[in-house]
């Protein structure tokens, strides 16, 4: 699966409290042996709509379970879990998940994200990995806003061991980006990774300023940024949606980190950003350390949901 070889024994590990949630509900819908009626499935997707998939997924996810039933593909309760994990691992076609490379030259990452999303825990645990794995990796503090943003990056970089390029708090954003992809291709570097302030997507002037920080990453570095990832927390529910949207509408978003999945998420926003957005998630973060990241693989995410 790439650089990340987290396994499904450890998504099942870390997603113990999500799993939990949702096998909670479904089992107080589908009880063992009894047989699919129209009742049931009525009360079945009011469960999905709660676990916050989506009303438009959980509609084609019901009126299919619908049709196998009345085909009498499925009968009985104890038949829906195994054709959900079925439809779900199908839901999503084969695409590129994978995190995108520069063809030369430092690969651009720029992150963006309300504050309290993870964001800048999500950035160290990508960084990490990378150095992890071999890679020169270099983190720009472009959140100048908050003084606390740029200590808080200032820690992890010492800890993670990566190099970090940053100004004073207050500094002009665009100004700390030139001087972090002036910095990578100096240093030839493999990945920039770059934060951005935690700006409300509410709020259109600081939407513009990602706007400005992207270009001048691609004025600087060809083709840059080359992915451009937006965290989310998961347990926001259909406000991660929203978020979602107006991010891309302003800074094309390429990928999905989502975030917090092991606290109190309901594991269904994953299937409903594919389904409204159709923006792929590349990673998870499943903890607090920089180890708990993982790919995103619809089978062994699926898997592991319903362990």
Known sequence: MGIFTKTVQYLKEHLGKTRAKITSSLSAVLTLGRNIDDELLDKLEETLIGDDIGVETTDRIITDLRGAYKKGQIKKTDDVVPFLKSHMKNYWPAQDRMLKSAESGPTVILVAGINGSGK???????????????????????????????????????????????????????????????????????????????????????????TKIRSVAAKQIPGAPHEVLLVLDSTTGQNAIMQAKMFTEAIKVTGIFLAKLDGTARGGIVIAIKDMLDIPVKFVGLGETPEDIAEFDPEEFVEALFA
Not at 181 to 187: I, K, N, P, T, W
Request: charge should be positive; charged fraction near 20%.
């Open 120 to 210: 800048t825990t999500s950035i160290a645990k990508l960084a990490y990995m990378l150095n992890k794995s071999g890679k020169t990796v270099i983190v720009a503090a472009c959140d100048t806003f908050r003084a606390a943003a740029v200590e808080q990056l200032t820690i992890w970089a010492d800890r993670i061991g990566v190099q970090i390029v940053k100004h004073k708090s207050g500094a002009d954003p665009a100004a700390v980006a030139f001087d972090a992809c002036q910095a990578a291709v100096s240093r030839k570097a493999d990945y920039l990774i770059m934060d951005t302030a935690g700006r409300l997507h509410t709020q259109k002037h600081l939407m513009e300023e990602l």
